[in-house]
Nanobody, 111 residues
Framework: VQLVESGGGLVQTGGSLRLSCTAS????????IGWFRQAPGKAREGVSC????????SYEDSVKGRFTISSDNAENTAWLQMNSLKPEDTGVYYC?????WGQGTQVTVSS
């Protein structure tokens, strides 16, 4: 599975971004797709994940109520809608399926 992320950028505090992750597989239904992030000098941490084709999702505590994960099996794509962004959300965001990782997309939130 090849994963390609997009949608990162530079925003001010309180702004929004929508990340997308598109998988090369023809079918990703029932796959668990996760979003992770890595801030400079810190370990990679899980942000959210979803089981494609279901409404089963989870969120790291600091993003609950601000981030929303969604997916569309027909488009082989998962999205991470990020609202009310904070400087501490800054980092490289990666999507993950099993042992496969995307190349990452940079999110920078200015104060």
């Amino acid at each position: 599975v090849q994963l390609v992320e997009s949608g990162g950028g530079l925003v001010q505090t309180g702004g929004s971004l929508r990340l997308s992750c598109t998988a090369s597989e023809d079918r990703i239904d029932e796959y668990a797709i996760g979003w992770f992030r890595q801030a400079p000098g810190k370990a990679r941490e899980g942000v959210s994940c979803i089981t494609v084709g279901s409404d089963r999702s989870s969120y790291e505590d600091s993003v609950k109520g601000r981030f929303t994960i969604s997916s569309d099996n027909a488009e082989n794509t998962a999205w991470l809608q990020m609202n009310s962004l904070k400087p501490e959300d800054t980092g490289v965001y990666y999507c993950n399926v099993g042992d496969h990782w995307g190349q990452g997309t940079q999110v920078t939130v200015s104060s």
